[in-house]
C-alpha cells in the first residue's frame, strides 16, 4: 500500500512547527535543490508567510542554504551580522535574518534532497552546535517523510503512463452477458463488460481502480463506453444493453457526447454499490434529459452493503440487481431468500424489475423463480462472449459460450 502523500507533509510541518516553537524562530521550511534553484517545498511561518512563499523559488546562490550544504556558512549561525557573507547576502536584510539554522536533509538512499532551515529577524546568541543536533533529528525525519512522498509520487507517474498506453493502445475490449427472461428463457438485454490484454494481467475491476487512482478513471470508463456502443446495430431492436459508469463520469461532458448517437431507450446505466454518489439531486438534474429521452437506471449489487439501499432510495432505479452474493447458494440458504425476497416485494411496491446476477446452478434459478425474479445472469444461462456470439443467442433459446 502506497503512503498517503498528505500525511508526509502533515508529519513535516508538525516538525517544522515543533522546531520554530522550540528555537524561537520566525520562520522554518523545507527546501528542495533542483536546476540551480531552492524551492520552497513546506513552510511554518505563522503571520510571515509573505516571507517564504511554499512553491516558490529563489536562486542557490542568493540564499543560505547552498553556502550552508557547501561549507562556506556554518549551519548555526546566532548572529548573522557576524557571519560576513551572511550579512553580504541581499535576503539577510530582505528578510529580515538576524539569527539562522539550517542541516542538509538526505534521502534514505543517499541522495541530498535539500536543506532543514528555520530564522528569526533578531541574533539569538544561545543557539549553539546541540541546537544544531537536534535539527539533524528532524532533519532525518523530513528525509524519510519526503522519500515516501516521492515513492508515492513515482508510483502515481508509472500509474498514469500505464493507464494512458492502454487507452492510447486500444488494448480493451468488449464481451456481452446475455440477461434473460427467466420465465420465457430468452435473452432479454446485455450487459457490457470490459477485457483487457494489457500487462500485467489482472482484473477489471483493478484496471478502472487504477485509472481512478490517476484521475484517468472517466477516460477509461469512456473509451470502454465507445467499444460497448459499437455493438447496437447487430443486436435486435428489443434488446437493451447495460452498461457500467460512475457518477463522476456521468456528470461530465464526455459522457453526454458519447451518448450522441445512441439510442438511450435501449441503454440502462448501472450505477454499482462501489461509486458513491455525493450529491443525489446534481446527479438526478444532470441525467433528468436522458432519463426523458428513455434511459433507465439499474443499482447493481443490491444486498452488497448500505450504500445501496441509498442508491435505491434516492435514484429510483428501474432496475434493482441482486448482487451475486445473494444469489450464491440462494436455493440452500434461509436467510438469502429472505432478503432477496424483500427486495422483490419492495421493487414491486415502487414498479422496479429485479436482476438477479451469478447464477451459477439450475436449483439456484429455480428458488429465483420461485421467490418472483423475472430476469436474472450468470454462468448458468451464459458466460460473456464476443457480439458475433451474443448475436446468435437470439432464436435460439439459451446457449452457453465463453469469452
Keep these: 500500500m502506497q503512503p498517503d502523500p498528505g500525511t508526509a507533509r502533515q508529519t513535516i510541518r508538525r516538525a517544522l512547527s515543533a522546531v520554530r516553537q522550540h528555537f524561537g524562530m520566525e520562520v522554518a521550511f523545507v527546501s528542495r535543490f533542483a536546476d540551480g534553484r531552492a524551492y520552497f517545498r513546506d513552510v511554518e511561518a505563522p503571520a510571515t508567510e509573505a516571507v517564504v512563499c511554499p512553491g516558490a523559488s529563489v536562486d542557490l546562490d542568493q540564499v543560505y542554504c547552498r553556502h550552508v550544504f557547501?561549507?562556506?556558512?556554518?549551519?548555526?549561525?546566532?548572529?548573522?551580522?557576524?557571519?560576513?557573507?551572511?550579512?553580504?547576502l541581499p535576503i539577510t536584510a530582505a528578510g529580515p535574518i538576524g539569527a539562522y539554522m539550517s542541516v542538509p536533509i538526505w534521502l534514505p538512499d543517499g541522495s541530498h534532497y535539500g536543506m532543514f532551515c528555520c530564522f528569526r529577524a533578531d541574533p539569538d546568541p544561545?543557539?549553539?552546535?546541540?541546537?544544531?543536533?537536534?535539527?539533524?533529528?528532524?532533519?532525518e525525519i523530513a528525509g524519510f517523510e519526503i522519500s515516501r512522498d516521492l515513492e508515492a509520487e513515482r508510483e502515481a507517474t508509472a500509474k498514469r503512463e500505464r493507464i494512458g498506453r492502454l487507452i492510447a493502445e486500444g488494448r480493451l475490449s468488449v464481451v456481452y452477458q446475455p440477461i434473460w427472461d427467466v420465465r420465457e428463457l430468452v435473452p432479454v438485454g446485455m450487459e457490457c463488460l470490459t477485457r483487457f490484454s494489457a500487462l500485467p494481467a489482472r482484473s477489471p475491476d483493478e484496471w478502472f481502480a487504477e485509472a481512478a487512482e490517476t484521475e484517468l478513471g472517466s477516460v477509461l470508463e469512456i473509451a470502454a463506453l465507445r467499444n460497448a456502443f459499437a455493438g447496437w446495430g447487430a443486436l435486435p431492436?428489443?434488446?437493451?444493453?447495460?452498461?457500467?459508469?460512475?457518477?463522476?463520469?456521468?456528470?461530465?461532458?464526455?459522457?453526454?457526447?458519447?451518448?450522441?448517437?445512441?439510442?438511450?431507450?435501449?441503454l440502462v446505466l448501472e450505477i454499482t454499490e462501489h461509486a458513491p454518489v455525493e450529491d443525489y439531486n446534481l446527479f438526478l438534474s444532470a441525467i433528468q434529459p436522458l432519463r426523458r429521452a428513455g434511459l433507465r437506471l439499474a443499482v447493481d449489487d443490491a444486498g452488497a452493503g448500505y450504500s445501496t439501499l441509498q442508491h435505491i432510495l434516492n435514484l429510483s432505479p428501474d432496475f434493482i440487481k441482486l448482487d451475486m452474493a445473494l444469489t450464491r447458494n440462494i436455493d440452500r440458504d434461509p436467510v438469502r431468500r429472505a432478503l432477496a425476497s424483500a427486495l422483490v416485494a419492495f421493487a414491486r411496491d415502487t414498479g422496479s424489475t429485479v436482476v438477479a446476477e451469478g447464477v451459477e446452478t439450475e436449483s439456484e434459478l429455480a428458488a429465483l423463480k420461485t421467490l418472483g425474479i423475472d430476469r436474472a445472469q450468470g454462468f448458468f444461462l451464459a458466460r460473456p462472449m464476443p457480439l458475433e456470439n451474443a448475436i446468435g443467442l437470439f432464436g435460439a433459446g439459451r446457449a452457453s459460450a465463453s469469452a
Design 70 to 88: 557547501e561549507g562556506r556558512l556554518p549551519g548555526v549561525i546566532p548572529d548573522t551580522s557576524a557571519e560576513p557573507l551572511a550579512a553580504a
Design 126 to 139: 544561545s543557539l549553539n552546535d546541540r541546537d544544531l543536533r537536534m535539527m539533524k533529528v528532524f532533519a
Design 237 to 266: 431492436e428489443h434488446v437493451y444493453l447495460a452498461v457500467n459508469a460512475s457518477p463522476k463520469t456521468v456528470l461530465g461532458d464526455a459522457f453526454r457526447e458519447a451518448l450522441d448517437s445512441v439510442p438511450v431507450e435501449r
